[in-house]
T-cell receptor
Framework: DMKVTQMPRYLIKRMGENVLLECGQDMSHETMYWYRQDPGLGLQLIYISYDVDSNSEGDIPKGYRVSRKKREHFSLILDSAKTNQTSVYFC????????????FGPGTRLTVL | GEQVEQRPPHLSVREGDSAVIICTYTDPNSYYFFWYKQEPGAGLQLLMKVFSSTEINEGQGFTVLLNKKDKQLSLNLTAAHPGDSAVYFCAVSAQTGGLSGKLTFGEGTQVTVIS
């Protein structure tokens, strides 16, 4: 069953706290992505990972970092969360030679108070 | 870089009627075009893809048209039914670029089908 999973699905944090969002995929995809979705803005790419320990910044990397120690897992970390990082975060994955075909997880709704 | 404008942001359509969502993109090197459907509380589900070499693609209950001259991509919902109520996103990707496969998304269209 091809699937991208995200944990947790909902998270409430206070400003200044650390946040860890986790993503997993069972399709042996080399490439994984983190996006955030805000009303009226579509999806914006935060980071892209081409494989284990091979990560690149997307369009809006400031305030975020990522970790990919296993091909099937990709983590998004917010060190000292800010209120403007309240958003819905989506993870996606794809094959390296079909990066235009991405499969999305169900999303994590993060609220930073 | 690529910019994608999607209209309208909201769309109400009666069951059985048709509706059109249009995306306008800027990069003439755009090659891959996608429509995604997002149901409440769920992630994006790939609905349809069109490559630059084709200009029309049909699925169950909808048609995707690509007008390369005007740099427009459209999703035509035909005979809308309640299950079509969702947010629809277009996405565009160039064939080459610094970030291979980078998708640029439209802002989304909330479609509500009224019975």
């Amino acid at each position: 069953d091809m699937k991208v999973t995200q944990m947790p699905r909902y998270l409430i944090k206070r400003m200044g706290e650390n946040v860890l969002l986790e993503c997993g995929q069972d399709m042996s995809h080399e490439t994984m992505y983190w996006y955030r979705q805000d009303p009226g803005l579509g999806l914006q790419l935060i980071y892209i990972s081409y494989d284990v320990d091979s990560n690149s910044e997307g369009d809006i990397p400031k305030g975020y970092r990522v970790s990919r120690k296993k091909r099937e897992h990709f983590s998004l970390i917010l060190d000292s969360a800010k209120t403007n990082q309240t958003s819905v975060y989506f993870c996606a994955s794809s094959f390296r030679d079909r990066e235009h075909e991405q499969y999305f997880g169900p999303g994590t709704r993060l609220t930073v108070l | 870089g690529e910019q994608v404008e999607q209209r309208p942001p909201h769309l109400s359509v009666r069951e059985g009627d048709s509706a059109v969502i249009i995306c306008t993109y800027t990069d003439p090197n755009s090659y891959y075009f996608f429509w995604y459907k997002q149901e409440p509380g769920a992630g994006l589900q790939l609905l349809m893809k069109v490559f630059s070499s084709t200009e029309i693609n049909e699925g169950q209950g909808f048609t995707v048209l690509l007008n390369k001259k005007d740099k427009q991509l459209s999703l035509n919902l035909t005979a809308a039914h309640p299950g079509d109520s969702a947010v629809y996103f277009c996405a565009v990707s160039a064939q080459t670029g610094g970030l291979s496969g980078k998708l640029t998304f439209g802002e989304g269209t909330q479609v509500t089908v009224i019975s």
